[in-house]
């Protein structure tokens, strides 16, 4: 008499690993871009990143990558199924985490998909966490198990994409490797939403809350 466990409730996290020998090349001319822009490399204080402005998805230098993004895109819309209804995207921009920096928790507020592309990933103790956003993280639990986590370890290395939902808290544990991590974030958000109501709130007069 073994009930049978049924999972209720999954939430998604797309990842998309694109072949080595287009990712190779790729991701040497988006990493020799990305230097390009923090040449010379500004002094960070101890633990904290360096994020390029978000405006990467304007910049004929990343046009290539912009189209990765839209194509893998259109295929969670699909999932989703909310495909017909356009999305843009409303943000994307460069992150540099040297060893010892790490990004706290957050998520992304007025925006549907979120997601990172990896450009440069040291070779131990890099992955992204992702956040139980159920209240569930207060039952008393022994262990650490498939239905006891509250957060799961997506792996991550170079040439890698993943989405996953706007409201999905993460966050990026410090970078115990030897080099920098570099990835490419995005977010994106029907084409409506963006236009009429969040662009709105990110004019420089808005009043800020
Ligand atoms: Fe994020």
């Not at 199924?81 to 706290?104: D, F, K, L, R």
């Not at 997506?154 to 808290?169: E, K």
């Not at 570099?182 to 709130?201: D, G, K, Q, R």
């Amino acid at each position: 008499m073994k009930p049978q466990a049924h999972e209720l409730f999954p939430t998604p996290l797309w990842s998309v690993d694109l072949p080595p020998a287009d990712a190779g090349p790729l991701n040497a001319r988006l990493g020799a871009e990305i230097e390009k822009m923090i040449a010379p490399r500004p002094k960070t204080p101890s633990g904290s990143n360096w994020q390029t402005p978000q405006d990467l998805h304007n910049r004929p230098a990343f046009a290539e990558f912009v189209k990765l993004v839209e194509l893998a895109a259109v295929n969670v819309a699909k999932d989703l199924q909310v495909e017909q209804y356009p999305m843009m995207i409303t943000g994307c921009w460069a992150n540099i985490n040297p060893p010892g920096s790490y990004h706290p928790t957050h998520n992304h507020p007025n925006n549907y998909l979120s997601g990172v592309y990896y450009v440069a990933v040291p070779e131990t103790g890099s992955h992204l966490v992702l956040q139980d956003p159920r209240p569930g993280i207060l039952m008393p639990r022994s262990k650490l198990g498939r239905f006891t986590a509250n957060v799961a370890v997506a792996p991550v290395q170079a040439g890698r994409m993943v989405f996953f939902p706007s409201w999905l808290r993460h966050h990026v544990p410090s970078n115990e490797g030897s080099t920098d991590r570099v990835s490419i974030a995005f977010n994106l958000m029907f084409t409506n939403f963006a236009e009429t109501i969040s662009a709105p709130m990110w004019e420089p007069s808005a009043p800020s809350a």
